[in-house]
């Protein structure tokens, strides 16, 4: 456990749903990325932040998608209008500023009917 | 080309032999590669860092750097079952902004027999 902890673990929605993710970093790691991850793939970039400063998004992150950090602390990741290609696991990274080491949480997985 | 390679596997090593996993990178900005262990349905979990060339090495793990060739290794020395998992490689230009997003390899499935 890396103590980056992430909300739902699993989601199961229908096409044309809206669906937020929740992630909590680890207290002292003011960067915080999200990726997304298909089967037989390696995790894609999607957008980070640091503090509550979105610094960089994915051309994959399309008009759909809009990720949050407003306190600097945990941050959400919504998808609307969800689509079956969305199916994915959704995976958030953090670190602290002085180091670059990215750690994990356990994920969401997300199921798109 | 991709920009993070790796042979996908599977790749079978004897228990208590020593595996060895390999990746390569086409952007010569690369300046920090790691690599992460992933278990069936669970995330990514890091167990190696290095950034400069030569070994580095933690415990039962050596992570090998060759910036000129563009190369990055990992071998699991004294290999056992439970390191039988999909081995990821990640490069990214430095900790600094524009450079931190980490680009991924698509894994190595490793497979220890007893």
């Known amino acids: 456990d890396t103590g980056v902890s992430q909300d739902p673990r699993h989601k199961i929605t229908k096409r044309g749903q809206n669906v937020t993710f929740r992630c909590d970093p680890i207290s002292e790691h003011n960067r915080l990325y999200w990726y997304r991850q298909t089967l037989g793939q390696g995790p894609e970039f999607l957008t980070y932040?640091?503090?509550?400063?979105?610094?960089?998004k994915s051309r994959l992150l399309s008009d759909r998608f809009s990720a949050e950090r407003p306190k600097g602390s945990f941050s959400t990741l919504e998808i609307q209008r969800t689509e079956q290609g969305d199916s994915a696991m959704y995976l958030c990274?953090?670190?602290?500023?002085?180091?670059?080491?990215?750690?994990f949480g356990p994920g969401t997985r997300l199921t798109v009917l | 080309q991709k920009e993070v390679e790796q042979n996908s596997g599977p790749l079978s090593v004897p228990e208590g032999a020593i595996a060895s996993l390999n990746c390569t990178y086409s952007?010569?900005?690369?300046?920090?590669f790691f690599w992460y262990r992933q278990y069936s349905g669970k995330s990514p979990e890091l167990i190696m860092s290095i950034y400069s060339n030569g070994d580095k090495e933690d415990g039962r793990f050596t992570a090998q750097l060759n910036k000129a060739s563009q190369y990055v290794s990992l071998l699991i020395r004294d290999s056992q079952p439970s390191d039988s998992a999909t081995y990821l490689c990640?490069?990214?230009?430095?900790?600094?902004?524009?450079?931190?997003?980490?680009?991924f390899g698509t894994g190595t499935r490793l497979t220890i027999i007893p």
């Open positions: 932040f640091q503090n509550e400063a979105q610094l960089e």
């Open positions: 990640a490069v990214n230009r430095g900790s600094n902004f524009g450079n931190e997003k980490l680009t």
């Open positions: 952007d010569r900005g690369s300046q920090s």
């Open positions: 990274a953090t670190r602290t500023s002085g180091d670059n080491e990215q750690f």
